[in-house]
């Protein structure tokens, strides 16, 4: 009976180069601001050391833990229906 292939890698996010999307992402937004500010090796410079540190802090990780963090620490896109805010630590009833 003939096995059928399961790729190993089907849940991870695309790569561009040995970035991942999200790395990818803040590259794109600071070469766009870079652009229209006419400061485009400052921005650049600061994505790449952004998109380094971002991919040192999510290596060894869960694969949601930026999201989790971005949750923890209370950034404001994050409005659960369900959830206390990020933010709050204590509940009183």
Same mark, same amino acid.
């Given at each position: 009976?003939?096995?059928?292939? +399961?790729?190993?890698?089907?849940?991870?996010?695309?790569?561009?180069?040995?970035?991942?999307?999200?790395?990818?992402? +803040? +590259?794109?937004?600071?070469?766009?601001?870079? +652009?229209?500010?006419?400061?485009?090796?400052?921005?650049?410079?600061?994505?790449?050391?952004?998109?380094?540190?971002?991919?040192?802090?999510?290596?060894?990780?869960?694969?949601?833990?930026?999201?989790?963090?971005?949750?923890?620490?209370?950034?404001?896109?994050?409005?659960?229906?369900?959830?206390?805010?990020?933010?709050?630590?204590?509940?009183?009833?």
């Amino acid at each position: 009976m003939a096995g059928t292939f +399961i790729p190993r890698y089907l849940d991870n996010l695309p790569q561009f180069l040995w970035w991942e999307a999200d790395e990818m992402a +803040i +590259i794109f937004v600071a070469f766009i601001v870079g +652009i229209l500010s006419k400061h485009l090796t400052l921005f650049m410079g600061v994505a790449l050391v952004c998109a380094y540190l971002v991919g040192k802090s999510k290596m060894g990780k869960s694969e949601g833990f930026i999201l989790h963090w971005a949750y923890w620490y209370g950034v404001p896109t994050f409005r659960l229906k369900y959830a206390p805010d990020g933010p709050v630590r204590e509940l009183v009833e």
